[in-house]
């Protein structure tokens, strides 16, 4: 038999196997190779098989009506799992979780429902769902980051991954949940970070990407988001760093001069716009003005002409107007980012707009907007992607195309797909390509040799 590592007691989880299935950001994603890796130490065995598995996790995602809708029928499809193997356990995690607590053990039948800061809780829980009663921690924690805990890789192209920074957010847009799910701010120590990345670099991966729902706001000790990007594009050269989310409130010029200043730090900014009209934005509390945002941009150009720009956008917020939703549009086109993520405003019970504000877009209407939004980005995607055309790019190979094995596919520092003939490379190779062709999505180019 297994012992843990003190001799003193079996192994809970010995010979049993979890499952886990993620919804949502790369947060979450994050998050379950940490809830993996805490219960591997109990001996769990991690299957991609949810038909082997002795406990099933859902990690769920909250941010709009249809995410969760989502999942409520994933766990109605856990019937039939439980049906098969009585002795099944099935956990709820994640923002959902935290936003519905016990509501998702009576409505729902699961035996465990945990938070996002509860994961080191998961052994206990699982052992209580065993014995028969249901585990529940939503406990949002005021320190808790996970720092020394080394996650699974479960994503596993073995060239990028991903790196949380800091946990949880400040901000309070009006429509959004995040705030109540995932708890206040607060950051991981440099180290734990540097040495990750460092670990990472030392496995063959050549890309890491630095998480938090407003990596601006990251703070320990002296060091600021600059100094900590820095600090892990000085591993080494050959280690692409990327980041998400920044807030436009307080992308700084500090952050802009390191990205210039480093080859490796990828030029490619995610910078949430939501909504073009200023009526808009102070109603949704982004604290920002249209001409904030612009100026933004232009110090962004300034530092790094070739930086690619994307978004995020609502269409139909609360009591946004016909000459709102132009002036989003007409943001769109004066921005020309390179892509954008576009939703329909989607009410979350207890946040602020849903207190304070009137639901009033029609369903209709928000649907309306969002493909004259869609159209108008996809234009523009297909346009930056044509200006590439002819133009040189070093590219971080991930692995053979969807389409096919002898191409291979890989992104540019500007984080754009590019597909191309394989050669003699193989994933985590840098390649130099010029660009022969563009859809709206995917670059495709050759090898220059
Ligand atoms: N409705 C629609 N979109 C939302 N987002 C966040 N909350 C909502 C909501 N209630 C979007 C924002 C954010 C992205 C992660 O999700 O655009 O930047
Ligand atoms: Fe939500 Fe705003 Fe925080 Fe982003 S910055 S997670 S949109 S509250």
């Known amino acids: 038999m297994n012992f843990d590592k003190n001799g003193l007691r079996p192994l809970q989880g010995l010979g049993k196997r979890l499952f886990i299935e993620t919804y949502g950001c790369q947060m979450n994603a994050g998050d379950s190779e940490i809830v993996v890796s805490i219960m591997q130490r109990e001996g769990y065995i991690y299957t991609e098989n949810i038909k082997e598995a002795d406990v099933i996790l859902i990690n769920t995602c909250s941010i709009r009506d249809n995410a969760e809708q989502r999942i409520w029928g994933r766990i109605a499809d856990m019937r039939r799992y439980r049906k098969a193997k009585p002795s099944l356990v099935v956990g709820i995690i994640g923002c959902m979780a935290e936003r519905l607590k016990e509501r998702l053990i009576d409505n729902g039948g699961v035996d465990i429902v945990a938070g996002p800061d509860a994961y080191r809780d998961m052994p206990r829980l699982v052992r209580e769902a065993e014995s028969g009663r249901k585990g529940v921690n939503v406990v ?32 309070y847009c009006a429509y959004c949940v995040v705030p109540y799910t995932r708890g206040i701010e607060r950051s991981r120590a440099p180290q734990t970070i540097v040495d990750e990345a460092r670990d990472l670099f030392a496995h063959g991966y050549r890309e890491v990407t630095l998480l938090g729902q407003n990596v601006n706001s990251y703070r320990s000790g002296d060091v600021g988001f600059p100094e900590l990007m820095a600090m892990v594009a000085e591993i080494s050269p050959l280690l692409r760093v990327r980041f998400s989310t920044s807030h436009p409130k307080d992308i700084s010029d500090r952050l802009l001069e390191v990205m210039a200043r480093y080859d490796n ?3 490619a900014i995610h ?20 001409a904030w945002y612009l100026e933004r941009i232009a110090a962004i150009r ?3 002409p070739d930086c690619a720009i994307t978004t995020d956008l609502i269409a139909g917020f609360c009591g946004e107007s016909e000459d709102d939703h132009r002036q989003t549009l007409s943001l769109i086109r004066e921005v020309g980012y390179d892509s954008a993520f576009m939703f329909k405003y989607s009410e979350r019970p207890g946040t602020y707009s849903a207190r304070h504000y009137e639901d009033d877009v029609t369903d209709e209407e928000k649907g309306r907007r969002l493909s004259e939004i869609i159209a108008l980005q996809s234009e523009l995607s297909t346009a930056s992607n044509a200006r590439d055309e002819g133009k040189e790019f070093e590219v971080l ?22 597909v191309f003939d394989c050669g003699t490379h193989k994933a985590g190779d840098y390649v130099r390509v010029r660009i022969k062709g563009s859809s709206s999505a995917t670059l495709f180019g050759e090898e220059i040799l």
């Open 140 to 171: 949002l924690s005021q320190e808790e980051t996970y720092a020394e805990i080394a996650p699974v890789r479960l994503d596993k192209n073995g060239v990028s991954a991903f790196i949380s920074i800091m946990r949880g957010c400040n901000n």
């Open 265 to 267: 730090i990828c030029k």
């Open 271 to 290: 910078l949430p716009a939501q909504s073009g009209s200023d009526e808009v934005l102070r109603r949704m509390n982004r604290k920002y003005t249209r």
């Open 302 to 304: 300034r530092y790094m």
């Open 397 to 418: 190979v991930e692995g053979a195309s969807k389409r096919s094995d002898k191409q291979l596919c890989g992104r540019t520092s500007q984080n754009k797909m590019v």
